[in-house]
């Protein structure tokens, strides 16, 4: 069946540094990819998507390209601000069935 | 503010009993889905509605149950409570039934069985 991997947290970082998030997919044919973003306390809200191979998601100074050659789509921010202290989860949807499959999710805190 | 809500914020029961969960959608949106955030399991997909019918089952167990109403709230009945169920139940919503849309969330329903 389809899965997401990402990778385990938590990550702890410094204000102003340099975030990655790796995430790769199992899936047939041609899903649709998500990270969502969980901060304390709330339910989750989309950060970004990207809907087909080679396209670029970004909001808030995050990005992520889609990568069907690696099945990958790794979440990256320049410059994190404490603000994006939260839980970060990549997903896929497939055109079939609309449901989301969730990976295990990042703890990210960033320290100012 | 998703649009989505849920109710109640928090629910603390016994094992044996039964507990409904309420979700309403943003207005305009026909599908709902429920999911379970556990420790263990992490996200995990329960069951999809769409416009009243039941189109996607996930990982759902046979002592819970949904359903979606005429006025497209749902709920998410899980009865023969145990240990294990005490988890975040989130509940979403989407515009269509099908591809890769956007699903908005609610807040989660935080449900503690003892």
């Known amino acids: 069946g389809d899965s997401v991997t990402q990778m385990e947290g938590p990550v702890t970082l410094s204000e102003e540094a340099f975030l990655t998030i790796n995430c790769t997919y199992t899936?047939?044919?041609?899903?649709?990819l998500f990270w969502y973003v969980q901060y304390p306390g709330e339910g989750l809200q989309l950060l970004l998507k990207?809907?087909?191979?080679?396209d670029k998601g970004s909001n808030k100074g995050f990005e992520a390209t889609y990568r069907k050659e690696t099945t990958s789509f790794h979440l990256e921010k320049g410059s994190v601000q404490v603000s994006d202290s939260a839980v970060y989860f990549c997903?896929?949807?497939?055109?079939?069935?609309?449901?989301?499959?969730f990976g295990g999710g990042t703890r990210v805190l960033v320290k100012p | 503010d998703s649009g989505v809500t849920q109710t109640p914020k928090h629910l603390i029961t016994a094992t044996g009993q039964r507990v409904t969960l309420r979700c309403s959608p943003r207005?305009?949106?026909?599908?709902v889905y429920w999911y379970q955030q556990s420790l263990d399991q992490g996200l995990q997909f329960l069951i999809q509605y769409y416009n009243g019918e039941e189109r996607a089952k996930g990982n759902i167990l046979e002592r819970f149950s949904a359903q979606q109403f005429p006025d497209l709230h749902s709920e998410l009945n899980l009865s023969s409570l145990e240990l294990g169920d005490s988890a975040l139940y989130f509940c979403a919503s989407s515009a269509l039934a099908g591809g890769p849309h956007e699903q908005f969330f609610g807040p989660g329903t935080r449900l503690t069985v003892l």
């Open positions: 997903a896929l949807s497939k055109a079939a069935g609309n449901k989301l499959t």
């Open positions: 207005s305009g949106d026909l599908s």
């Open positions: 990207a809907t087909k191979a080679d």
């Open positions: 899936a047939t044919g041609y899903p649709s």
